[in-house]
């Protein structure tokens, strides 16, 4: 009664999640393309995208997909052999017990009619997938917390996964062992199968039981005699081998049992077997149910990414599929760290601490994003500068041991957030060059605003450049904002500059314009001279600073050797942090 | 065998193939080992307009990776170049910062002392093979191509820096370009920046910029601009494809990668070179080889007048 009604409502919760979770694919949008397409087409687009890819050729794509990304997990070899000897335990040890196990009433019966759980090989088997779980999980918690994979960051969701699956296997173990020294478990069996009655009969088997199976009995004690021990064997052979191999192939338990032998009397007036039996139950039952909304849930959505990554193409397969596949892969990641392991940029995370710069990190975020969730301007431009900062070289991509796409993910929710119309001011540097080849794929008509807002919202700090008629007072210079031109020695040289105006001759920038000053504020050497009077609002104002090619023609010809593009770079830097830090959070270092 | 750790960066693996096989093929011609480091990370370049010292971070983590193996640096991209040798010199100059960034880098166990060299693909051809042996390797030459070769602002300058070659009176590249036949044509455009760096920020200016100069090596007489660096052969690329066809006009002036160049004078097939992989065609370059040599001339005649042989034999 209690067994089959949590297991129904488990199984209900489990089934209303996957619906729940299934749902949101099609509901939430990422990515500007997404928004126009109703749940209802993103569905049967779905469905007619299934049906049309299984009934084709590519079935064998999927067919190699699934044996040798999904099943044999190439993807994670590839990467670290131990993890993937960690994750094939994990995961094929948990299949198979899952299989053979959980599931034997269905699957092993069936396929197997002489099936009892306590012979072999199902016992030795079961035990077998029990330790490869076990040692599985032990490499887990070592690489974690032991070996400290670089940016390898754990969370609630991995912890729990963790407790839960070491949860299972260990009260498992343990249920298999006390149920191996129980008395009472004994006697019940001898009760229901043995039919025996005489009390010298009953004396030998129990002897032969204590001195091989373990069984602690508060009645007998080893050493026995030769006699009744074989006496115990031939009434062993007749009522019991048929269902009991010998219980060290279930070495497990049989060493937990050993163990424990001691306290073995204890164990069983306790009825510790029944309370683990519960233990194990219910374990797997809150496994079952929550199973949609935890980590577990990729063991279905990682496999449901490799398959629709490796047939769908940007450009060929319908808008309406990618957006639905982009919200399904956000479910699919196993938050395993790969990606942040060997992502281009995330040493910047060293210096700049916004944990949206990791890319396993930042999926967390696109999350909560996607699903529409109330998240601060803060959070909101925390997540814009992570996408931003990033080089669109695709190694987060190509080394995903699901496959997801994550190059694409990036680039539509940056696209996304850029219209919410927070400046990003890492839009202002070369990370941009990748935009602008992807321009076509923008919002045409809104693909300069993000360029613009970031230079207004710099220019609306800089009082002086909107005051032209102000008369400058000379003194006092602002020494904080020219000893803040110190983090190279190469900066500091604005000081020597004479103003001969050679760097804004040869620049290029500069002569592209009829009129400069209208276009760029100040110039080159303009800018230098507003250094050295320590006027920040007018070197940083000025459209030249961002307009800068960095191509040191300024530097390489300056007769008074000002490192003129250094100067410039920095005080990019330091309006970028200055500005950053009055709209956003302070930039702390660490 | 020389040997160096090849540094890609970030755009070549996920923008230019063509730039990394043709390179690859290039190299291992001309007996040059490149060790892959998987660990490298961006060069930093992009990060420069946005916080020193993630810049200097992201960079020297990659000196301090490859010291570790005793390997010199050979950046493909001249601002990976620009920015490791930016890196390599303030490591080597500022004892302040050193200790700051290599107590970062001491946390994953690495540390830079500045015993590596940063070096680019051109000055390893120019200095360390050298235009003879290179020569010496040559299959087949070009005649009556003409070459607008660009040298990259990031690899010429800061001269004290980079130390590519006179940053006025460069020589180096020309020389690699005329070694496969061709000529490097004088344009008074030569020495300025391709435009890219302003590419996404400023995208009017960077096409006025990029224009400007490609216009200036067309006038000039050249047939393909010629580059060593993926910013500036996908702004010459890509890009110049885009600006044409905003601003509604034809003709363009095709880019070849250096190694493409390079690499069919050294007769490497065109597939590994990846000839078809550039937006704008450059496969009419094939047509300027100059004129098989005489005596693969005779063996065809020879091979035709045996045909007829047969055939007439056959007839008969």
Known sequence: MFLSTSLYVALSIFGLGLLYKISTWFRYKIGIQSIEIPTSERFFSALKGILLTVFSPKILTLLKVFVLDALLQLRILKEDLLRWVMHICIYGGFMLLLLMHALDKYITVAIWNNYYSTVNPFMFLRDLFGVFVILGVAIAIYRRFILKVPRLITNAMDIYTIIIVAVIMFSGIFLEATKMVAYSDYQRMVNEYSGLSDPQ??????????????????????????????????LHQSSCVECHAKPQWAFAGYGTARLISPVGLGVDRARLPSLLWYLHVLACWVGLAYFPFSKMFHMFTSQLSLLANSVMEKGKSSPAN??????????????????????????????????????????????????????????????????????????????????????????????????????????????SFYRGLMREETVRKDYEKPLIRAREAIAAECDLMRKKDKVLPLTPTDRKFQGGLNLSAQAKTFSVCFGCQT????????????????????????????????????AFGSNMLWDCLTCYQCQEQCPQGVCVTDVLYELKNLAIKQVREKTLQPMERK | MMEFALFLGCTIPARLNQYESSSRAVLEKLNVGLVDIRDFNCCGYPLRNIDFKVFLLSSARNLAL???????????????????????????????????VNATLEKEGLKYEGRIEVKHLLSVLHKEIGIETIKGKMATTFKGLKIATHYGCHALRPSQVVGFDNPVAPSLFDQLVEVTGAESIDWPMKLECCGAPLWGINDRLSMDLT??????????????????????????????????????????????????????????????????????????????FAKEPELTEQKELAEKKELKKETELTKQ
């Open chain 1, 201 to 234: 009969e009953l004396k030998a088997l129990e002897a032969y039981w204590v001195k091989e199976f373990g069984t602690v009995s508060p009645n007998l004690k080893e050493p026995f005699d030769e006699k009744i021990l074989a006496q115990g064997r031939d």
């Open chain 1, 322 to 431: 990618i957006a639905t596949r982009q919200v399904m892969e956000l479910d699919a990641c196993t938050h395993c760290g790969t990606c942040s392991l060997r992502c281009s940029v995330a040493v910047a995370f060293d210096e700049i601490p916004n944990i949206n710069i990791l890319p396993s990190e930042k999926i967390a975020s696109i999350k909560a994003l996607a699903s529409g969730k109330k998240l601060s301007p803060q959070a909101l431009r925390n997540i814009q500068e992570g996408v931003y900062l990033c080089t669109n070289c695709y190694r987060c991509t190509l080394v995903c041991p699901v496959g997801i796409n994550l190059q694409d993910l990036w680039f539509n929710v940056r696209e996304t957030l850029l219209q919410k119309g927070y400046p990003e001011f890492f839009a202002l540097s070369p990370l």
């Open chain 1, 503 to 538: 760097c804004t001759t040869v620049c290029p920038v500069v002569g592209n314009y009829e009129n400069p000053q209208e276009a760029l504020g100040l110039l080159p050497h303009q800018i230098m001279h507003a250094a050295g009077l320590g006027l920040r609002d007018l």
């Open chain 2, 66 to 100: 490859a010291e570790k193996k005793n390997l010199d640096v050979m950046a493909l991209c001249k601002c990976c170049y620009g920015s490791l040798k930016k890196a390599d010199y303030l490591m080597k100059e500022n004892a302040s910062l050193k200790k700051e």
């Open chain 2, 211 to 288: 224009l400007k100069k490609l216009t200036d090596g067309k006038k000039s007489g050249a047939d393909y601009v010629c580059a060593a660096c993926p910013y500036c052969h996908i702004q010459f690329d890509k890009v110049q494809k885009m600006i044409l066809s905003q601003r509604n006009m034809n003709h363009p002036l095709p880019s070849v990668l250096y190694t493409q160049l390079l690499g069919l004078s050294l007769g490497i097939d065109k597939k590994i070179l990846g000839l078809e992989m550039n937006e704008i065609p450059i496969s009419g370059i094939e047509e300027l």
